[in-house]
């Protein structure tokens, strides 16, 4: 069925109300699930729904939390969100970042203590949007072997970056470091469907085209990938004295504790740097470069990154964002949720 953005909004925030959320907290929570969906980015969007309504009703998201900030340096800070919803925490926190960078010229701001916050590319926006450089980069719950490894260590921690242009466009990339997310081995399973040989590995730590013998996903890129998920394991968790590596507590386990989740915004305000016009214009020109690029066999264009999302969003925004039925009909169901994923390994199975 096809959504519009405010009714998909209103219809998220309704539920995360019924589950126990505040307002503020679930009007945050609704816009970043919102904003997910209509850039084309259905894994982190309103389809994450019901997890957080059973998790918020269970406890384990903090409804009344009491956060602090605290500047410890001049363009150094920790927010800690008391374990409350990460999203609103997440964008908090990079209002934070901003304010920083607009009068120190870059600011890091450690994020602790929150629950997930969702599709990373939200908080580079708000950035963005201030003519300024955003990265963001968050833990994950382990699923992810180590290179050469048989057994799952790192989550899908991703990383986001974005960088803007003229005229409100920008250029916005946002990652997992795994090759797949989870969603697509279970979209797999459920058709039956074998997956390419380069997603994930069985229990003996070999690749496996069976999705059903899936025991941990691979990194992006092989020591690469795996490269990264190490420096965003150090920057969310490690810097921030928070369990690391294979100690990150999973998103399904125990739906009444919190998770005590970990993310970094970095902000960089080109102000400091250079003129910022000609840095617009350059971020412009190069989005404008690479879409001349002859494009390859197989290809119609090259696009810079983000621009995929950009597209998507034009076209949910003329005809109204693709929604699968069961989330709609859970969303307008007297449901708040159906005990669907506590207890659970860190495959939701
Ligand atoms: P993806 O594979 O769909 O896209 C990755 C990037 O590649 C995007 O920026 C996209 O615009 C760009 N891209 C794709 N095709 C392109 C093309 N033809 N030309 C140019 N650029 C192109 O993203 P992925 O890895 O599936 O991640 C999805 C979301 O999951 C992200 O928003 C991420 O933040 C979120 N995530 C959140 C986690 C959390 O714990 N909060 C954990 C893992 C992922």
């Known amino acids: ?19 126990g959320l505040q307002s503020e907290h679930a009007e945050v929570t609704a816009d970043v699930l919102a904003y997910a969906d209509l850039r084309g980015i259905h894994s982190h969007g309103a389809m994450r729904t019901e997890y957080y309504a059973e998790r918020i009703a269970k406890g384990g998201i903090n409804v009344q939390p009491k956060t602090s900030f605290e500047q410890t340096g001049p363009s150094t800070a920790i927010y800690d969100g008391d374990n409350g919803a990460g999203h609103y925490m997440a964008k908090e926190a990079m209002k934070e970042a901003i304010a ?37 980069v968050c833990q994950s719950d382990p699923m992810v072997v180590p290179f050469g490894g048989t057994e799952p260590y790192y989550g899908t921690n991703p990383i986001a970056f974005g960088a803007p242009g003229e005229k409100g466009k920008s250029m916005i990339f946002d990652m997992a470091t795994t090759v797949q997310a989870w969603g697509k081995i279970l979209h797999a399973r459920s058709k039956n469907e074998a997956i390419p040989d380069n997603w994930a590995v069985d229990s003996n730590g070999e690749p496996t085209t069976d999705p059903f013998k899936v025991n941990a996903l691979l990194p992006i890129s092989g020591p690469k990938g795996y490269g990264l998920m190490m420096m965003v394991d150090v920057l969310s968790d490690i810097l921030l004295g ?31 740097f250079t003129n910022v016009e000609t840095f617009l214009q350059s971020i412009t020109q190069t989005m404008n470069d690479l879409n001349q690029i002859k494009p390859a066999p197989g290809f119609e264009h090259v696009l810079y990154p983000g621009q995929p999302n950009e597209i998507q969003q034009q076209a949910y925004e003329k005809d109204g964002i693709e929604l699968v039925d069961d989330i709609y009909d859970y969303l307008v169901a007297d449901t708040i949720h159906r005990n669907a994923y506590d207890q659970k390994n860190p495959f939701a199975e």
């Open 100 to 136: 920083m960078a607009k009068e120190q010229g870059a600011a890091i701001v450690g994020v602790k203590n929150i629950s997930h916050s969702g599709a990373l590319s939200y908080f580079v926006d708000q950035a963005v949007k201030e003519q300024m450089i955003g990265i963001s």
């Open 242 to 272: 928070l369990p690391f590596g294979k100690n990150v507590t999973s998103m399904y386990e125990d739906m009444t504790a919190y998770r005590k989740l970990g993310q970094l915004h970095i902000v960089i305000n080109p102000a400091f």
């Open 1 to 19: 069925m096809r959504i519009d953005k405010d009714r998909l909004k209103y219809l998220v925030k309704d539920k995360l109300q019924k589950a």
